[in-house]
């Protein structure tokens, strides 16, 4: 192995797998699967951004740093000992949240990269399309339609998992979304938001995307629907570094993830 991957390594790979010129493309990586890189995780960052070329995009899903589950109740809301200490939610300079890696507060600190007003579906996005692609992000069920990720898919956009475990594919919350299958579970929660200066609070709307959206579902379920895609012909994969990398279409990849839950019920 390498003793350190360079951004024309990595784009090489990129390259290879299929990704060029003028695409837009949500990103999931582990970065340690890649390897030791010469500017860290910089460097697959400019290679991503070297392979779509300036007209192209890169995105990630950022979600956002808020209060943990432990400070809330059954229904979403804040408890009262814990409500006057929480960070309000601030598109410019709340941190990702810490459960998708490193790479998602790498891409929303690089200059020039945008992030959607949405805290839990939040997405980063730095290109030629970013702003096209963030905005707008309704407040309310922020992986459904007008949403960064239902123009992704417009944009016939791509999704690469680079070291990423499969299940982490964020793209199938949209499916969730617009499979039309009964009994979605549905979960509000209180978020604090920055405006003028002063914290606002408002109760956002969503199907859950903490657990499977309805019952009969293993937890991990995504992978499983990412395997029976790659295991029908979709997708390509190959290696970015070290890692482990797989890239799909995102309206190919919808597509089967909605017909594959409509199937099951």
Same mark, same amino acid.
């Given at each position: 192995?390498?003793?350190?991957?360079?951004?024309?390594?990595?784009?090489?790979?990129?390259?290879?797998?299929?990704?060029?010129?003028?695409?837009?493309?949500?990103?999931?990586?582990?970065?340690?699967?890649?390897?030791?890189?010469?500017? &860290? +995780?910089? @460097?697959?960052? /400019?290679? !991503?951004?070297?392979?779509? *070329?300036?007209?192209?995009?890169?995105? =990630?899903?950022?979600?956002?740093?808020?209060?943990?589950?432990?400070?809330?109740?059954?229904?979403?809301?804040?408890?009262?000992?814990?409500?006057?200490?929480?960070?309000?939610?601030?598109?410019?300079?709340?941190?990702?949240?810490?459960?998708?890696?490193?790479?998602?507060?790498?891409?929303?600190?690089?200059?020039?990269?945008?992030?959607?007003?949405?805290?839990?579906?939040?997405?980063?996005?730095?290109?030629?399309?970013?702003?096209?692609?963030?905005?707008?992000?309704?407040?309310?069920?922020?992986? &459904? +339609?007008? @949403?960064?990720? /239902?123009? !992704?898919?417009?944009?016939? *956009?791509?999704?690469?998992?680079?070291? =990423?475990?499969?299940?982490?594919?964020?793209?199938?919350?949209?499916?969730?979304?617009?499979?039309?299958?009964?009994?979605?579970?549905?979960?509000?929660?209180?978020?604090?938001?920055?405006?003028?200066?002063?914290?606002?609070?408002?109760?956002?709307?969503?199907?859950?995307?903490?657990?499977?959206?309805?019952?009969?579902?293993?937890?991990?379920?995504?992978?499983?629907?990412?395997?029976?895609?790659?295991?029908?012909?979709?997708?390509?994969?190959?290696?970015?570094?070290?890692?482990?990398?797989?890239?799909?279409?995102?309206?190919?990849?919808?597509?089967?993830?909605?017909?594959?839950?409509?199937?099951?019920?």
């Amino acid at each position: 192995m390498k003793s350190f991957w360079t951004i024309d390594d990595l784009a090489r790979d990129l390259a290879a797998l299929g990704m060029g010129q003028g695409d837009i493309v949500l990103g999931h990586a582990g970065l340690r699967s890649v390897g030791p890189m010469i500017a &860290g +995780p910089d @460097t697959l960052i /400019a290679a !991503l951004r070297q392979v779509v *070329g300036a007209d192209g995009t890169v995105m =990630a899903y950022a979600d956002w740093q808020g209060a943990p589950e432990a400070a809330c109740d059954e229904e979403g809301h804040i408890l009262p000992e814990w409500r006057d200490h929480v960070l309000p939610f601030d598109p410019a300079a709340s941190r990702a949240i810490r459960d998708n890696g490193a790479f998602p507060e790498f891409l929303r600190t690089t200059p020039g990269a945008l992030r959607s007003l949405s805290p839990g579906p939040s997405m980063v996005a730095l290109g030629a399309k970013a702003a096209w692609l963030i905005d707008p992000h309704p407040l309310d069920y922020g992986y &459904g +339609p007008g @949403t960064p990720l /239902a123009r !992704l898919v417009e944009a016939g *956009g791509k999704v690469v998992m680079i070291g =990423a475990p499969w299940e982490t594919m964020t793209l199938l919350h949209h499916a969730e979304h617009l499979a039309d299958i009964p009994g979605k579970r549905v979960v509000r929660w209180d978020v604090p938001f920055l405006e003028d200066g002063q914290t606002v609070w408002r109760t956002v709307e969503e199907y859950d995307t903490g657990n499977p959206v309805v019952d009969g579902l293993d937890d991990d379920y995504f992978d499983e629907v990412v395997r029976d895609f790659v295991a029908a012909g979709g997708g390509r994969q190959g290696k970015v570094g070290s890692a482990d990398a797989l890239l799909v279409e995102a309206p190919a990849m919808t597509r089967f993830a909605v017909d594959w839950l409509e199937r099951r019920f």
